[in-house]
């Protein structure tokens, strides 16, 4: 736990740790809904089979039985789920659910017998399986529920169900009401860090938050692994969400709000038979989680066929460095990438020197600096040819922001604004600027702020299509090579 309370003081940070092995939270509610599925479907396939075998004196087909086993249960699992029997909450609650269970499933028995009658299909399946199916499937669902809310509660007394880590951000008496099962049993959040607020009024916390416990929050929220930040701050303290927000807007990450203390007492009078928790989404990740699947599967894809392709063309290009000067055929320069990670990038060396620190001079034109060679590959851009290495490491994107200096970084960073919002994205081997123009070196602070409008407009307007014909005009673009040097 943060705890800056005492601005004096250095906070001291601890994280809770789980067991190795555990279940997503997410998944919870869609595997008891599968085994409800199926429960049915057996259900049905087994009514049938008997309700043969006492009238025929043979088990028969139960291929027709398990069919409409198949639509009862899909028809089941909506209605369980419009009623909140598969939220985390519901499970874990002591109280049977058994009227719930089996309203739902009288509403899939009327919709089965509506399907038999406009579909006309009940030679394939007589009254008597569908009574069958009914008394096992009412039967195998109530017994199911019971085992899955005892196994449930047991699951997260061993910790074995994780949900999404979460660093939460708030004011002592806000924080107060949410222990860590609270959390992840109403909201499905997994506490790895909580950061406290001083304790001063409204008025006061803004100027101290203000100060150098920012960047201690910043840093901590950089550090620690986190899929989002929740915010747990009093609602009415408008200013002081807006001043949180406005410094967490550089963090790639969804920032939600918890229900304070007057909007919970409000919630735990809800008369409602499913009871809901809510959390207020006030900023919502760049990408979501498929998008930057999708996004990494392409990366991957492209990375790994280039360097096959262009072995021999890399090859080449390493010999020439290495027969004009000496020193490292590779250029290693640290450099922030993604939420502002450092990472080492990788290009040819192309000039006599190898700067990486406090000063880091932009090469220019006809730069005395730069080698034969290293002209040559800057020009037609194979001196980025590495980092296709960076982009099967997960550090770099095909498709992105191009990553600079760490000490331009801290420059631009202080005179621009929203420049660190170009690490809401992996840095890319290339980029919508690069292929508007934005090439080469910035000598003027405009050409920065050029460059980084087309770097956050992409950010805000990003989708395959878009990184697919960014890649198609680099290509056009390396053929009439300008502002590279």
């Not at 990408?287 to 090859?315: C, G, H, N, Y």
């Not at 090469?363 to 982009?391: F, H």
Request: with cysteine; charged share 20%; proline share 5%.
């Amino acid at each position: 736990m943060t705890d800056l309370t005492n601005a004096s003081e250095s906070p001291s940070f601890e994280v809770q740790s789980r067991p190795g092995v555990s279940v997503p939270f997410e998944v919870i509610g869609p595997l008891l809904a599968l085994a409800d599925v199926l429960i049915i479907v057996a259900a049905g396939t087994l009514g049938g089979m008997l309700y043969h075998l006492a009238i025929n004196g043979s088990i028969g087909s139960g291929a027709a039985c398990s069919g409409l086993g198949l639509v009862a249960g899909l028809t089941y699992a909506v209605a369980a789920q419009r009623l909140g029997l598969y939220r985390l909450n519901e499970l874990l609650e002591r109280e049977p659910d058994n009227g719930r269970v089996l309203t739902s499933w009288g509403f899939a028995i009327l919709v089965l017998a509506v399907v038999l009658f406009l579909f006309k299909v009940g030679g394939d399946a007589s009254r008597g399986s569908v009574v069958c199916l009914s008394v096992l499937g009412g039967i195998g669902l109530v017994l199911s529920r019971h085992t899955a809310k005892r196994q449930l509660r047991a699951a997260i007394v061993a910790g074995a169900i994780r949900g999404r880590r979460a660093i939460l951000i708030g004011t002592q008496n806000e924080l107060a009401q949410f222990a860590r099962r609270d959390l992840l049993v109403k909201f499905g959040l997994d506490e790895v860090e909580r950061v406290v607020l001083p304790r001063n009024d409204a008025s006061n916390l803004c100027s101290a938050f203000l100060k150098a416990q920012t960047e201690t929050v910043l840093r901590r929220v950089r550090e620690v692994p986190a899929d989002e930040i929740v915010l747990a701050l009093p609602w009415s303290h408008t200013a002081d969400v807006e001043l949180l927000l406005d410094r967490l807007r550089v963090v790639p990450l969804p920032v939600r709000l918890l229900p304070d203390l007057a909007v919970s007492t409000i919630l735990r009078r809800q008369t409602s038979t499913a009871h809901r928790s809510y959390l207020v989404e006030v900023q919502r990740t760049p990408l979501t989680a498929l998008e930057r699947s999708a996004k990494r599967v392409m990366d991957v894809t492209i990375a790994a066929t280039s360097l096959v392709f262009l072995s021999p063309l890399i090859l080449l290009a390493a010999a020439a460095i290495k027969l004009e000067s000496r020193g490292p055929v590779i250029f290693r320069q640290r450099r922030h990438g993604f939420n502002g990670q450092p990472f080492v990038i990788y290009k040819f060396r192309t000039m006599k020197v190898l700067e990486d620190g406090a000063a880091v001079v932009q090469a220019t034109k006809k730069d005395p600096r730069v080698t034969r060679v290293g002209r040559v590959l800057r020009e037609t851009s194979i001196d980025e040819l590495p980092q296709l290495w960076n982009v099967l490491q997960g550090n770099m994107s095909i498709v992105g922001p191009r990553p600079h200096a760490m000490i331009h970084d801290y420059e631009y960073g202080k005179v621009i604004a929203n420049y660190a919002f170009r690490h809401h994205m992996k840095p890319g081997i290339t980029g919508w600027a690069q292929v508007q123009g934005s090439r080469g070196g910035t000598p003027r602070l405009e050409l920065m702020e050029q460059r980084v409008t087309l770097d956050l407009w992409y950010i805000d307007n990003w989708n395959l299509v878009l990184d697919i014909y960014i890649m198609l005009k680099t290509f056009f673009e390396l053929i009439r090579p300008r502002n590279a040097y």
